[in-house]
């Protein structure tokens, strides 16, 4: 797992909502689409995580618009061939599910206007345009973002708009069905904001046809994802070697008052190798706890211990600009906790 999903563990929380959440809220159907967003830090430095998971069912998406929120700020004056975050995918083909990582680089607007594929997809001229790769196996592949800051009637959507085109699955007889496409970007370039207070991405999702390679912009529905700011996950994890057992502890407010439900935790060798401990249940004041027996081993080890929130699909407040409504109105995750325990090897008898 890359980066993405090692420091956030966002893209199992937004498709494992999908799952877990059975019924959804529109239609008795589960969500055709989640938007979410978040912020993480980890070698390359802090960024912002965005992206969508769907059910898997329905659909798959030919176009997708991201609505920045205003109080975000980007920079849109990188040199093409920048570097400026990382990708990772999940998707269906005619073999299975896979899943991929890769770089976002900017590309160069300039040569947008005389791209038909580019036209296509986002007419006209663009601000800048970010290319998101990616490899799974064999399958090699990006998707381009063209992004604009927004004027108009449309700025009560959001300050900027981030527009992407997929390839339909019925193209070729191995796919991919994106269920999950995530962009983690570089804070310098998509920098978040500070002020306490919700912040309200919108995307836009037009589905194609299903079986067919033919865009519905009838079909065209709305997910929206509250930002809270700040909202934070903390946690402790240390090991009784006398009772063989591990205790992590920590809490979870949101705009500084506790909040309610689980957390989930995870452990395992690696932080890509993880299994599920527990899934405690939150206290009035926010706060969590759970022990688990551990087993000590022939040689000491360190244990990669996670803590990390779900969230579940909710109902739409208000009306949607798309044509079938908003299907989905949930909160974001905060950035999942990572905890690293120490293990000592089993004592001589």
Not at 64 to 76: A, H, M, Q, R, S
Not at 92 to 101: I, M, W
């Amino acid at each position: 797992m890359g980066g993405i999903s090692r420091v956030l563990v966002i893209g199992a929380t937004a498709a494992l909502a999908l799952v877990l959440a059975g019924a959804a809220p529109t239609a008795g159907e589960i969500p055709q689409a989640q938007v979410f967003a978040g912020t993480y830090r980890d070698a390359n430095g802090p960024a912002v995580v965005l992206g969508m998971a769907t059910s898997g069912e329905g659909p798959a998406p030919a176009r997708t618009v991201f609505y920045v929120p205003k109080g975000y700020v980007l920079d849109l004056a990188r040199a093409p061939g920048t570097r400026i975050g990382e990708t990772y995918d999940a998707y269906l083909t005619g073999d299975g599910f896979a899943s991929g990582e890769g770089a976002v680089t900017t590309g160069d607007p300039a040569t947008l206007p005389g791209d038909p594929a580019a036209q296509a997809c986002a007419p006209g001229t663009h601000a800048a345009v970010w290319v998101a790769s990616y490899k799974a196996g064999a399958r090699k592949g990006s998707v381009r973002f063209y992004v604009d800051p927004i004027a108009g009637p449309e700025a009560s959507l959001g300050a900027y708009r981030l527009v992407a085109c997929f390839v339909s699955p019925d193209d070729t007889p191995e796919g991919p069905y994106f269920i999950e496409f995530e962009l983690g970007i570089q804070t310098s370039v998509l920098r978040p904001p500070t002020p306490r207070g919700t912040y309200v991405w919108r995307m836009l999702v037009t589905p194609y046809v299903d079986g067919s390679t033919t865009p519905d912009p009838q079909a065209t529905f709305e997910a929206r994802s509250h930002v809270l700011v700040p909202h934070v996950l903390s946690g402790q994890a240390r090991y009784l070697a006398k009772k063989r057992q591990l205790v992590v502890s920590g809490r979870l407010l949101a705009l500084g008052h506790a909040r309610r439900g689980r957390v989930w935790i995870a452990a395992g060798a690696r932080d890509d190798h993880l299994r599920l401990l527990g899934r405690p249940r939150l206290r009035s004041d926010g706060s969590y706890a759970l022990s688990a027996h551990v087993a000590e081993g022939r040689r000491p080890r360190v244990l990669h211990v996670w803590a990390f929130r779900l969230e579940a699909p909710g109902i739409c407040a208000g009306s949607s600009t798309a044509p079938a409504g908003c299907v989905d109105e949930s909160i974001s995750p905060p950035a999942s906790h990572p905890m690293r325990v120490r293990i000592p090897k089993l004592p001589k008898r």
